[in-house]
């Protein structure tokens, strides 16, 4: 077995508990919220994209290099975007008020 | 600067993006904090797509600058939709992420920079046949939620064989390639068997199953961009990976439990086929109904309202109207609540964001398990849009599909209001006990239009 495979494993399974104690935390009233965020945390493989089509090695790894840069860039932006208009609908009663 | 040191700062600059990320999200664990954390998220992507534009192996710029500005094109219309529209638009997004997943695992396997191992095959099979599956998949959900594909469930006899054949079939190609990896001829027959799985998989599950399929779906795009890490060797990748991953699977956990129900139940179950048959058999029963001006006076005379939303206020973007109707109540001196089902809607959190657009304060919005021990002193439960999550016969009646099955117990109220289009059983064909109980009220009509007529008698329409 790789080397990277068994330090990549302990990446991900270390972040996978930190994830678990994490969304544990979360208030159910922003589960929605939550979704979109980690959707735009994971459109993260847009830099793998980039790699690739940067790249350039042949026509083919070209043209699915560009085409996962544009669908993971549009989640990263549209996830950001209605996460925060989301989030900025939740107002308390006492910030209403003031 | 060497192009080692380049590549040194360029880690440290992934490594800043992953603390972001994981700040993002424990920012989220406070409402009033929670934008910081879009903030840092931000800050963290920026961060790793500056940080890979720099990397010497990035040679072409003219493409990924034009789909960079397709991506921004796209995404800033989709992160601009309207709150009503939310889930498919997750739905949506991820079906890109998980395409966005496969397709750099396909084009990892046919750039063949090194020669494949068995090992990395066995990683790129696996990692492109949980994103094609989720992509198709989560494609089907999107167009449910839509309406472009009906949402009841489809389903034949020996639907689940099939299925599972398929997926068998995908795994088994997989087993082939890496025990021949030269055989390239496997290879886009096992991300098409894939595809097809994810149609398969979804195509049968009704609307009501949505917050736990889209949880799932959620669940496995993070899980491929993990397994791309591993793939690629990229720990960020792998990081933000497992944090979606595990979000999804915390999220899906949460919604089968308040559903009590299993994964297999809510993937292979079919919800609401058997039991639409049985549901015809019942005998006539008693029902009371109300005019919008009886409920007004009910609701005048009351001093605790709890006000149940379900699915149907967001069919009938009766929102507004109950923003309408809670300055009224509130202004009068009555203390107005709202009552929140984990499974109200048809993703996670769906009604909180629904309600909040409508400018409803959220320490007004309460969970079922906090807000179920106060129906008893409750004047006035009123239900708009919600059937399955008030169900008492989930608390009592063996026989029922949903028996077990956790629910909001405004049954226990002094009056129960229900604001419903007809006596039609709901989506998943199950009767309702609650609509002939003594204490409750049928308001028979459209959710909005019939909220507007409450808040017109309440002297508070505009």
Known sequence: MPADFISNLYVFILAGFVGFELIKRVSPLLHTPLMSLTNALDAIVVVAAIIIAGRHETRLTLILGAIAVAASFSNMVGGFLITDRMLRMFKSGRSKQS | ?462
Not at chain 2, 78 to 84: D, I, K, Q, R, Y
Not at chain 2, 196 to 223: K, Q, R
Not at chain 2, 392 to 408: E, H, K, V
Request: hydrophobic share 50%.
């Open chain 2, 1 to 462: 600067m060497t192009s080692a040191d380049l590549q040194q700062y360029l880690d440290f600059a992934y490594i800043a993006a992953v603390v972001l990320f994981i700040l993002s999200l424990k920012f989220l664990s406070s409402p009033a904090r929670a934008r910081w954390g879009v903030l840092a998220g931000e800050i963290g992507a920026a961060l790793a797509v500056t940080a890979t534009l720099l990397n010497p192996e990035v040679t072409e710029y003219k493409w990924i600058l034009i789909t960079l500005i397709v991506g921004a094109g796209v995404g800033i219309p989709l992160g601009l939709v309207h709150m009503t529209a939310v889930p498919q638009r997750t739905a949506l997004s991820h079906a890109f992420g998980a395409m966005s997943a496969a397709i750099i695992g396909i084009a990892e396997y046919y750039a063949g920079t090194a020669p494949v191992t068995r090992f990395e095959m066995g990683e790129i099979s696996l990692e492109v046949i949980i994103g094609s599956l989720t992509f198709t998949g989560s494609l089907i959900a999107a167009g449910k939620l839509q309406e472009f594909l009906p949402q009841r469930p489809i389903v034949y006899r020996g639907q689940n064989i099939v299925s599972l054949s398929v997926l068998a079939g995908a795994l088994g190609l997989a087993v082939a390639l890496v025990v021949h990896p030269t055989n390239a001829m496997l290879f886009p027959i096992m991300v098409f068997v894939a595809l097809i799985f994810g149609v398969l998989l979804v195509t049968p599950i009704g609307g009501a199953d949505m917050p736990t399929v889209i949880s799932l779906l959620n669940s496995y795009a993070g899980f491929s961009a993990a397994l791309l890490g591993f793939v690629l060797n990229s720990k960020v990748l792998v990081v933000a990976g497992a944090l979606d991953g595990s979000s999804g699977f915390v999220l899906s956990v949460i919604m089968c439990k308040a559903m009590n129900r299993s994964f297999a139940n809510v993937m292979f179950g079919a919800f609401g086929q058997v039991q639409a048959s049985a549901a015809g058999a019942k005998e006539e029963r008693v029902v009371r109904s109300a005019s919008a001006e009886e409920a007004a006076s009910i609701l005048e005379a009351a001093s605790s309202v709890v006000i149940v939303p379900g699915y149907g206020m967001a069919v009938a973007q009766a929102q507004h109207k109950v923003r309408e109707l809670y300055d009224a109540l509130t202004k009068k001196g009555i203390d107005v609540r709202f009552a929140i089902h984990p499974v109200a809607g048809r993703m996670p959190g769906h009604m909180n964001v629904l309600l909040a657009e409508a400018d409803i304060p959220y320490d007004r919005l309460v969970e079922m398990d906090d807000i179920n021990g106060d129906f008893p002193q409750t004047d006035v439960a009123l239900i708009i849009g919600a059937n399955d999550v008030t169900n008492p016969a989930a608390r009592t009646d063996q026989s029922s599909p949903i028996f077990g099955m956790p629910i909001l117990d405004v049954d226990k109220a002094h009056t129960v209001m229900v604001i419903k289009r007809s006596m039609n059983p709901g989506f998943a064909g199950i009767d309702n006990p609650l609509y002939y109980l003594n204490n409750t009220l049928m308001l028979f009509g459209d959710a909005k239009q019939f909220v507007g007529a409450i808040v017109r008698e309440l002297g508070g329409g505009h």
